[in-house]
Every structure is written in C-alpha cells, then in structure tokens.
C-alpha cells in the first residue's frame, strides 16, 4: 500500500516562493516515477513536473525556469521548489507516484 502526503503549501506574495514535499510511504519509491499536478477551482488537472526514477526532469512550459523537482530516495520524498510565484500558479497542488496514487493535495495559494 502506497500513502503520499504533502505539506508545504500555504499564502504567499506574487514574486514569493514555497517547497512543497510530498513523502511517500511504501517501498517502491526509488523504481517509481514521481510528479507533481495542480488543480485550479474550476479547471483541468494538470502536469506541472515530473521526475523519473532516475532524476531525469520535465516540467510544463508556464513553468520552466521557476520550478524544480526533485527527489530523495533515502527520505522518499520528492520536492517542488517553486519560485517568481504567479497569481495564476494558485490551485491545489497534488503528487502523484507513476499516475497510479495521489495524494490528497496542498493548497497554494498566490496573492498579487
């Protein structure tokens, strides 16, 4: 059984940042794909990041350049530093292992 829980989120400025965590409870994090989605009231979910087991890294284009995933496979957790902040990057914030489980989401939430 998988559990993945996030923490991290919270009200920030435009221009501020945060570092969501998402730990992972199970052992099949190190051979696991991991990402990060959000979910903006009233829209799609969508892919922000991505990182595969071995650390290679996609991001979404509204994105790049702002935000950095990444993993520890000692603490299975992985990490969404989000910095430059946007009203527009204000949603819930999910992680996901392979697509297959999710957590239950931080909120984010960006004041102009």
């Known amino acids: 059984q998988v559990q993945l829980v996030e923490s991290g989120g919270g009200l920030v400025q435009a221009g501020g940042s945060l570092r969501l965590s998402c730990a992972a409870a199970g052992s099949i994090f190190r051979s696991s794909a991991m990402g990060w989605y959000r979910q903006a009231a009233g829209k799609q979910r969508e892919l922000v990041a991505i990182i595969s087991s071995r650390g290679s890294t996609n991001y979404a284009d509204s994105v790049k350049g702002r935000f950095t995933i990444s993993r520890d496979n000692v603490q299975n957790t992985v990490y969404l530093q989000m910095n430059n902040l946007k009203p527009e990057d204000t949603a819930v914030y999910l992680c996901?292992?392979?697509?297959?489980?999710w957590g239950q989401g931080t909120q984010v939430t960006v004041s102009s």
């Open positions: 996901t292992m392979g697509g297959s489980y």
